[in-house]
């Protein structure tokens, strides 16, 4: 292999895949990234086996062929190397690797090119796509709620379906840590309708991924699935990733169907009020209580060692009064996402899910289950 | 007040519920249990018994006894699910139950009955509506405590009923072997024969001061019961402190591979039985044995609580690589939780959306 190319778009491609590369030396050659150079260009290959890049760089290619690079390494020198530089890329025998830019020049080892895992490839199956800036936002509203905890392996993702209703199709995300859940339709053309059909779960590092990749600029998103992997196609390459395994709750059976009681608040009021008021409560399970009564909604918090905090607001309420612990976090998480002025907070018991939602917005709701006190 | 303690054994519980389930195993010497060569019998038809087969015999050994014993395979599932049966029968007579096993029940039904007599007449309604809802016959013994009940109800089995009423207490139990009395295990069998203690009665009959010389904390104990004397409550639930399973390999192996697999249906059998106990733990302990029967137990404590099989197998086969299994034979493996906290209890602050401690449309387990 022998190719030259711009040090920046090298920085950049290596800098791409950092994220990805495995850290933990389980396998020596998941610390590595592919180079593969053909007459299109470079094509730099990185995985953990669970998510996949697969990316092209423009580059000039006078001979084809591959070699891989310990990832970390190649990312420390092509740093160093001159600004507004050319980088020479040579394989050599016993699978070193020359770099060269202006005077300075590395031999580094490489792994076998060979040795690189095979990232799936998903062709044949008809891609879903979707207008990159709509997924970003679902993305976005759900991501947040993925269990971060390994030991609830089917909640490490959001899980994601597609369906017609009412001669619509609809896709939905929806993401649990098993303490709240978050779901969002999104309404797509009724002939995609099947393409994503009962489900299935997506890794929290590959929707990262494909965050990352939208916000670099990608006007559609085409995901593709077949067999337990699933394929998201960008300007530059894929990302692949690994479906996650495992049998997600039946969310339909936690979302209340009456709400019992319902607040309406300003969500710039609520959001803040929160933030004032769990500084107080325990950092790690931020308990704020909720006291509604007719047309007042007061917060609280208190710790054994700092103190306490009350906030009084304005709400629209009638009803039963009624006294519910929450994790501030989990509101505010949810609050950070929403638009509009206002907010509806349905509440059943001191033990029932709660249910948040923007007034006007139908297609997103989160279900907050309260705490003890 | 005297008690009225009922001690109900199921007859060849594994194997009459094969036999009732698969009509052409009824009157056949049928075992319950594994077919691999080191397996064991877990339970003996009547049939079988008389050919000298009993449970925890090696099944080679069985066979060799009767060559044309029908082995069934164990579903153990189905046992507990006909347990769960049985107890809901019995709980329609009283709460006041102990399970002792999937087989076995205590029961204290001194506020239903306030009198022996009336409690056997009980004991014998509860078995007749076990026969006839569930098609298996168990054997009862009532009397005024524990210990009587359970003597009582082995002495005429299957399908028995023995009433000791309270003042007959030591009359019944003195022409009975000592080795009948709980904590009389074979060397204190001997050392009490060498004392021309042989029966009950005889060991009734001792100085409890020379038997406490003799065996410590434990005279003064057998001396009590072989007069009929016993205390113990009928314990309604008994929370365990630690839930484990563990199986023994055909061949002794090294194969990682297969030892995570057997992990992860361990951890399985572990977290169903957490579940349904509405508990979970939070340490998780490997047990390995190696060929050499040398032993090796590796802890691991989880940030939370779990009664998740995935956590608990992913954890074991964490722990799995601290031994020496690549490169040692291993013939017995073990996952087991401990450090158990009930998820009903109000020691969960952060309520669950799925899980039992919801509130909400729980999964909670029955029984």
Redesign the interface.
Known sequence: MKLTINREVFLEALQRVQGIVERKHTMPILAHILLRASPEGLELSATDLEVGLRLQYPAEVSEPGGVTLQAKKAYEIARELPERGRIGLTGRENNWVELSCGRARFRVVGLPAEEFPELPVVEGAEPFEMTAGVMAGMIEKTIFAVST?????NLSGVFVESFAEKGKGVLRMVA?D????CLVDEEIEAKQAKRVGKGVILPRKGLLELRKMIEEGLDTVSLGLKGNSAVIRGERGVVVMRLVE?EF?DYR??IPETAGRKVLMKREEITAGLRRVSIIANEK?R?VKLMVSAGTLVLSASHPDLGEAVEEMEVQFEGEPIEV?F?ARYFLDVLNVLTGEEVELGLGDE???AVLRAVGDEGYLA?I????? | MERCIIHLDMDAFYASIEQRDHPELRGQPVVVGGSSRRAVVAAASYEARKFGIHSAMPMMRARRLCPDLVVADVHMEHYREVSRQIRGILERHTELIEPLALDEFFLDVTEQTGAIPEAGRLAQAMKAEIQMETGLTGSAGVGPNKFVAKVASDLRKPDGLVVVPPAEGADFLAPLPVSRVWGVGAVTERKLEGLGIRTIGDLAGADPQGLERLFGKLGPRIHQLANGVDDRPVQVSRQPKSVSHETTFEEDTTDLDLLRERLGRLAQRVSERLRRRGLQGRTVVLKLTYHNFQHATRHAT???P?D?D??IA?EAARLLDRTEAAVRPVRLVGVGLTGLTSTVS?G????????PE????ADLPSG
């Open positions: 905890d390994e030991t609830r392996y649990t098993g303490h709240r859940l495992g709750p059976q936690v399970t308990p612990g994790n033990a029932s899910p279900i289950m309260p705490m003890r006190f | 989880l940030e939370q779990t998740d995935r956590a992913a109000a969960a602050p952060q309520l669950g959306l799925f899980g919801s509130g909400g449309p």
